[in-house]
């Protein structure tokens, strides 16, 4: 199965946004529409903060957003506050039932 | 609310095998899935495997196929990750994450730190 890609790093001011890209997504194989984003702080279990695409668990910021367009999937954060500072990942569900994590980004809020 | 517990750090010798448990309270497993990621020091996530509780389908990475087994117990509320033929690069944070699709992960445990050392 592909691999996705992502920047290894982004960088914004508070009060910024950014968009943090996941390329890699496969139309064919059916999971196009099964991305998900997760934040992990240094230390911490990851949290889920996008699923299927676009959509947000209950409780999680609406300067949270997701979207796809070709074969890329996007994490937009708006806004930025010094507590997204955090590692980024996105993960695909593959058309062989199996999750597929990005390298994940590193965001860092100036 | 949703807790998820792991059982605690272990250090193994290499060759040797782990069992880590996932319990979860406020939520049994019996209408989604545990999925079981690992973090090796300073590296991002890896995917395993994951468990249906309602039927024990499983489905396991490549990387770690035929060295992983990953059960729940007849209640439905503990999962289980068992990884033989242990090396010095399974070295790791293993977490457990539940969800009520396969492919959400909701809810995480707090890791288990497994460290494979002679």
């Known amino acids: 199965q592909s691999a996705l890609t992502q920047p290894a790093s982004v960088s914004a001011s508070p009060g910024q946004s950014i968009t943090i890209s996941c390329t890699g997504i496969?139309?064919?194989?059916?999971?196009?529409?099964?991305v998900s984003w997760y934040q992990q702080h240094p230390g911490k279990a990851p949290k889920l903060m996008i699923y299927?695409?676009?959509n947000r668990p209950s409780g999680i910021s609406s300067r949270f957003s997701g979207s796809k367009s070709g074969n890329t999937a996007s994490l937009t954060i708006s806004g930025l506050q010094s507590d997204d500072e955090a590692n980024y990942y996105c993960?695909?569900?593959?058309?062989?039932?199996?999750?597929?994590f990005g390298g994940g980004t590193k965001l860092t809020v100036l | 609310q949703v807790q998820v517990v792991q059982s605690g750090a272990e250090v193994k010798k290499p060759g040797a095998s782990v069992k880590v448990s996932c319990q979860a309270s406020?939520?049994?497993?019996?209408?989604?899935?545990v999925n079981w990621v690992r973090q090796a020091p300073g590296q991002g996530l890896e995917w395993m495997g994951w468990?249906?509780?309602?039927?024990?389908?499983?489905n396991y990475a490549q990387e770690v196929r035929g060295r992983v087994t990953i059960t729940t117990d007849t209640s439905m509320t503990t999962a289980y990750m068992e990884l033989t033929s242990l090396r010095s690069d399974d070295t790791a944070v293993y977490y457990c994450?539940?969800?009520?699709?396969?492919?959400?992960?909701?809810?995480w445990g707090q890791g288990t730190l497994v460290t494979v050392s002679s």
């Open positions: 994450a539940t969800g009520r699709k396969i492919r959400w992960l909701e809810f």
């Open positions: 406020g939520h049994t497993f019996s209408t989604s899935a």
């Open positions: 468990i249906t509780a309602d039927n024990g389908d499983t």
């Open positions: 496969s139309i064919a194989s059916g999971d196009y529409n099964y």
């Open positions: 299927d695409v676009t």
């Open positions: 993960t695909s569900y593959t058309g062989t039932n199996s999750v597929l």
